[in-house]
């Protein structure tokens, strides 16, 4: 199994990163995808890459919530970033019209340009979408024949909203929010429209803890090692073999971020 989301960056990894790769490994994770949801959180997302080579790798991107730091729409030091092979990705990336962090036509530029820059680079996008789906769709769709590869992370959308994504040939990334019985109820009913070969899992640590994982963990905070629940979570509402899943979900990360086995 290969976490997409991993925001190792974030403070509540501090006083124990080490171990939480460790774990993750021990739980039968093969790879983390450290997310960039800043320009010096996508800085930092690669030194840590580089601690563990070809175990981790990293995105290098701008959030939505950190469009307003922009001021300077090419990207410079995304685009250096991206030159590093540990570097798979553009992104995070996207709108966020639910916490509005940032001006909303600040966001869709900043955004805007990230694709630019994705489609200039032939590199695949990361993508974030909350409360902004009809926008988010307009601004990507000019993009979305010019990027190689392009995966909404996280999603938590309506049945119409996942059509329109697949429509466009999305991949989609799928966390603990399917455990969650009080707001995933939907999720867990269409999770079974995603075609095999675009469905990619995560956590997107620390947040999203998976609700229903017992025996229910000390500390709110979510980690790589909780991956396999969320996998066997998902694959109950698919109707399928977990470990089917996880091994079709793994060929199909690496195929999308073009990583190859972990080195032991």
Known sequence: MIDIGVNLTNNRFDKDRDEVVIRAREAGVHSLILTG???????????????????????AGVHPHDAKTVDDLSLPVIRELA???EVVA??????????????RPQQEAVF????????????????????AHER?????????????????????????????????????????????????????DIVKYIPADKLMIETDCPYLLPRDYRPKPKSSRNEPKFLPHIASVIAQ?????????????????QAFFKIGAPVS
């Open 37 to 59: 949801t800043s320009i010096e959180e996508s800085q930092q997302a690669l030194q840590m890459a580089r601690r563990w080579p070809h175990y981790c790798y990293s995105t």
């Open 83 to 85: 030159q590093s092979p």
């Open 90 to 103: 553009i992104g995070e990336c996207g709108l966020d019209f639910n916490r509005d962090f940032s001006p």
């Open 112 to 131: 805007e340009a990230q694709l630019a820059l994705a489609a200039e680079l032939n590199m695949p996008v990361f993508m974030h979408c909350r409360d």
């Open 136 to 188: 988010f769709v307009d601004i990507l769709k000019p993009w979305r024949d010019k990027l190689p590869a392009a995966v909404l992370h996280c999603f938590t959308g309506s049945e119409a909203e996942l059509r329109e994504c697949l429509a466009l040939d999305l991949h989609i990334g799928i966390t603990g929010w399917v455990c969650d019985e009080r707001r995933g109820t939907e999720l867990r």
């Open 237 to 253: 509402c698919r109707g399928e073999d977990p470990q089917a899943v996880m091994a079709q979900s793994y060929a199909t990360t």
